[in-house]
């Protein structure tokens, strides 16, 4: 399967704990995006990379909030201290630069449960 | 104003019915305009780009009218399996900036 593979698929932790998820983009493409969905509500925007620089952060990204890109090639997103308010479905996806994000292929996500 | 908005629905039509969606857009210096389809619990995927000339696939066609900044989704012969959420997704520049997807209308198609 050549598409976007996140991982855990689920997640359930304690508040207050860290959790890191992890994103491997399809592999020919240079820029990777996360997104945070909740029931209900459309994919929001929290971060892009193009290759390993991080171009752009919403201001959704709390300072709890850290995602890298070490390589150019998988992603990580980290949150510290999780808050029951973190609890979402954590979306990773990838797309060609020479496309933009005109086409984003989405992978199947990662539910965050905090309890 | 929400930069992207959508009617949440729920759109409840017959199998065989026409259904139309529209979304509107705020930022009037948008530039690229999507259709994604989500099924339940599942992750989004591209349905259609919406060029300024309107398009066709089959039997969805997309829309845009720039002077009033939305865009528009049609089905014809509506599936059953056409059943799930439409999110509309904007960008400013086009390839330069994150997408901004709104809230999504859910279609159930009925028997």
């Known amino acids: 399967d050549t598409g976007v593979s996140q991982n855990p698929r689920h997640k359930i932790t304690k508040r207050g704990q860290n959790v890191t998820f992890r994103c491997d983009p399809i592999?020919?493409?240079?820029?990777l995006y996360w997104y945070r969905q909740t029931l209900g509500q459309g994919p929001e925007f929290l971060t892009y990379?193009?290759?390993?620089?991080?171009?752009?952060k919403s201001r959704l990204l709390s300072d709890r909030f850290s995602a890298e890109r070490p390589k150019g090639s998988f992603s990580t997103l980290e949150i510290q201290r999780t808050e029951q308010g973190d609890s979402a479905m954590y979306l990773c996806?990838?797309?060609?630069?020479?496309?933009?994000?005109?086409?984003?292929?989405f992978g199947s996500g990662t539910q965050l449960s905090v309890l | 104003r929400k930069e992207v908005e959508q009617d949440p629905g729920p759109f409840n039509v017959p199998e065989g019915a026409t259904v139309a969606f529209n979304c509107t857009y705020s930022?009037?210096?948008?530039?690229?305009f999507f259709w994604y389809r989500q099924d339940c619990r599942k992750e989004p995927k591209l349905l259609m780009s919406?060029?300024?000339s309107g398009n066709e696939d089959g039997r969805f066609t997309a829309q845009l009218n720039r002077a009033s900044q939305y865009i528009s989704l049609l089905i014809r012969d509506s599936k059953l399996s056409d059943s799930a959420t439409y999110l509309c997704?904007?960008?400013?520049?086009?390839?330069?900036?994150?997408?901004?997807f709104g809230k999504g209308t859910r279609l159930s198609v009925i028997a």
């Open positions: 996806a990838s797309s060609p630069a020479s496309l933009g994000n005109e086409k984003l292929f």
């Open positions: 592999s020919e493409h240079n820029r």
């Open positions: 990379f193009q290759n390993e620089a991080q171009l752009e």
């Open positions: 930022n009037s210096a948008s530039q690229s």
């Open positions: 919406v060029y300024s």
């Open positions: 997704a904007v960008n400013s520049f086009s390839g330069n900036t994150p997408l901004v």
